[in-house]
């Protein structure tokens, strides 16, 4: 049996249980296979425990996919297909019934509404990068199947994927920092990245240890003079994306938003709280801009 260990984050590890596709690798007193369950709510809470008040480690959008490995008193604790994450999750976000989503929200967000008309009050907002399933149009609304109508022009169908994750991580500037958030509501460092290169068609872990270990190749020096757009600029901690020669955007804990700001003035401040760059990370292949 291996005896390397498992970043409990990614792997459905605790004392009393496993994941049976880990029994050749852990011990536990019993593994469960799990069920496949979808998220329904706009944006479903991922905590390190099963509570509210516990911390927020991640978020899964309407229309995720999750596998449910156990559940208790309204909790179900989860792992996420997309990137693996594991977490607590309650149980009224999730649904049995699995659609395969046709649509992705383009935009920052959009509002679903109970008609085709947007004077009616809002059944709820989704955020950008939800997926959903459209089964239908009504003028320049279409329908959804779980019910409402969203305005046609914030959805691509899932083969229109974005081509560059900067310009999409744009669109969630002015969003509100929220540790643990990736949605237009609430986003941290390490869910912009994430968000934005998901919405893009590329793969991406969720924290930003996981990123700076993981997405493209460390540049060999870390020049700011040669940084190009799309470069992922890593201090301990922290991350955030090269818009431009001299500009980069990221979900500021110091300004409580996603901002754009001079990548030298950001460097330095930022020095006083997390260190120095640790890494600038290149993703090969890029066409950007």
Not at 128 to 149: A, C
Not at 161 to 187: C, H, M, N, Q
Request: hydrophobic share 40%; proline share 6%; with cysteine.
């Amino acid at each position: 049996m291996n005896s390397g260990p498992l970043d409990p984050r990614r792997h459905v590890i605790r004392e009393d249980m496993a994941a049976a596709s880990l029994k050749e690798r852990v011990r536990a007193p019993r593994y469960s296979q799990g069920e496949l369950r979808q998220v329904v709510g706009a944006v479903a809470p991922v905590r390190i425990v099963p509570r509210f008040d516990a911390p927020l480690t991640t978020e899964a959008l309407c229309g995720e996919l999750v596998t449910v490995y156990d559940a208790a008193e309204g909790w179900a604790w989860v792992q996420l297909e997309q990137d693996n994450y594991v977490g607590y999750m309650p149980m009224d976000n999730l649904s049995a019934t699995i659609e395969e989503p046709t649509h992705w929200v383009s935009s920052r967000g959009t509002f679903v509404y109970p008609a085709p008309d947007m004077k009616r009050p809002p059944i709820m907002r989704l955020s950008f990068n939800s997926k959903v399933t459209v089964v239908g149009r009504e003028g320049r609304f279409l329908e959804l199947g779980r019910g409402g109508f969203a305005f046609g022009g914030h959805l691509q169908t899932m083969e229109d994927k974005g081509k560059d994750f900067v310009r999409l991580a744009e669109k969630l500037i002015g969003t509100p920092y929220l540790w643990g958030g990736r949605s237009g509501a609430g986003i941290d460092c390490s869910g912009l990245v994430q968000t934005s290169m998901q919405a893009a068609g590329l793969s991406a872990p969720r924290d930003s240890d996981m990123q700076e270990a993981e997405i493209g190749a460390p540049l060999p020096e870390k020049d700011l003079d040669k940084l190009a757009r799309g470069d992922l600029v890593f201090w301990r901690g922290h991350v955030g994306m090269v818009q431009s020669a001299e500009w980069m955007i990221h979900a500021s804990g110091h300004q409580m938003e996603v901002v754009v700001e001079p990548i030298r003035r950001a460097v330095e401040r930022i020095a006083t709280t997390h260190g120095d760059v640790t890494t600038i990370r290149r993703i090969a292949g890029l066409k950007l801009g």
